[in-house]
Nanobody, 117 residues
Framework: QVQLQESGPGLVKPSQTLSLTCTVS??????????WSWIRQPPGKGLEWMGV???????YYTPSLKSRTSISRDTSKNEFSLQLSSVTPEDTAVYYC?????????WGQGTQVTVAS
């Protein structure tokens, strides 16, 4: 079974870049036709899908965040990462990483990120 664990700073200052890493175990990020996504949930709001990096390294971002978002991977560490630039308090949210292949979906436990000075 695939397991995911998010890590990164819990507090980021406005205008800085938010950086999070998702460490994957129980499966390789380069095989199995998996799509590895970042999703967030601001307080009091629903889930927002941010972007994905597929098993072949291709990426796709939601249009509203595309100019500020980058998802990359480190295959030697079996990790994938999120960078969100020029953050504002509106980027405060619980950030999740997710793996999906067909009917199989696995989530990380989520990590709270607060944008404040």
């Amino acid at each position: 079974q695939v397991q995911l664990q998010e890590s990164g700073p819990g507090l980021v200052k406005p205008s800085q870049t938010l950086s999070l890493t998702c460490t994957v175990s129980g499966g390789s990020i380069t095989t199995g036709d998996y799509a590895w996504s970042w999703i967030r949930q601001p307080p009091g709001k629903g889930l927002e899908w941010m972007g994905v990096i597929r098993y072949d390294g291709s990426t796709y971002y939601t249009p509203s965040l595309k100019s500020r978002t980058s998802i990359s991977r480190d295959t030697s560490k079996n990790e994938f990462s999120l960078q969100l630039s020029s953050v504002t308090p509106e980027d405060t949210a619980v950030y999740y990483c997710r793996a999906r292949s067909g009917t199989r979906t696995y989530w990380g436990q989520g990590t709270q990120v607060t944008v404040a000075s």
